[in-house]
């Protein structure tokens, strides 16, 4: 089982360009989730969805936006990159609310 | 305030001692709590659930005192191996979990 999958890995970007961080899950669970990580800062949740068709913000959501046209996707994109972004994004999935999250491995983007 | 508060550590302890973490929530209404283990540069994995009986899984103790609003994670005899980042989980009441800071651990031997 592949589980939650990320792509990619990393990334480097310059200000100012644009990207999409794809998360695919293969579990067939209802909600994901888009989280960043950064140093001090513990994981803050960007956006989620509660199923396919949905999405909500969470708590850092500036500067993203994100889309859930298929139940197994959920894609984070960043229109104008700003080095702010620089972090490592976690997507993950839960069956249910509240519920043991999967996490994927990671994406490590850096904004120069 | 933050919705999850934990003591960042780092805890630094030998092999074969016993190391506790606390964690204190906000949110009175929070009905699920967890302990998530983050290697590094990797992503979290579940360690544990932590039920308001309490529960154990080997050398891994959790507690729920809700009254206080806290959640402990005990580790009995240190190995080396179980040194990582340890994350504390509250559900939101809502559609989100909350994920403290973390807490690191080196076990040195």
């Known amino acids: 089982n592949a589980g939650v999958t990320q792509t990619p890995k990393f990334r480097v970007l310059k200000t100012g360009q644009s990207m999409t961080l794809l998360c695919a899950q293969d579990m067939n669970h209802e909600y994901m989730y888009w989280y960043r990580q950064d140093p001090g800062m513990g994981l803050r949740l960007i956006h989620y969805?509660?199923?396919?068709?949905?999405?909500a913000k969470g708590e850092v959501p500036d500067g993203y936006n994100v889309s859930r046209l298929k139940k197994q996707n959920f894609l984070l994109g960043l229109e104008s990159a700003a080095p702010s972004q620089t972090s490592v994004y976690f997507c993950?999935?839960?069956?249910?609310?509240?519920?043991?999250?999967?996490f994927g491995n990671g994406t490590r983007l850096t904004v120069t | 305030r933050k919705e999850v508060e934990q003591d960042p550590g780092p805890f630094n302890v030998p092999e074969g001692a016993t190391v506790a973490f606390n964690c204190t929530y906000s949110n009175s209404a929070s009905q699920s709590f967890f302990w998530y283990r983050q290697d590094c540069r990797k992503e979290p994995k579940l360690l544990m659930s932590v039920y308001s009986s309490g529960n154990e899984d080997g050398r891994f103790t959790a507690q729920l005192n809700r009254a206080s609003q806290y959640i402990s994670l005990l580790i009995r005899d240190s190995k080396l191996s179980d040194s990582a980042t340890y994350l504390c989980v509250v559900d939101s009441s809502g559609y989100a979990l909350n994920f403290g800071k973390g807490t690191s651990l080196l076990v040195t031997p």
């Open positions: 969805s509660v199923g396919e068709g949905t999405t």
């Open positions: 993950a999935s839960s069956p249910r609310v509240p519920d043991v999250l999967h």
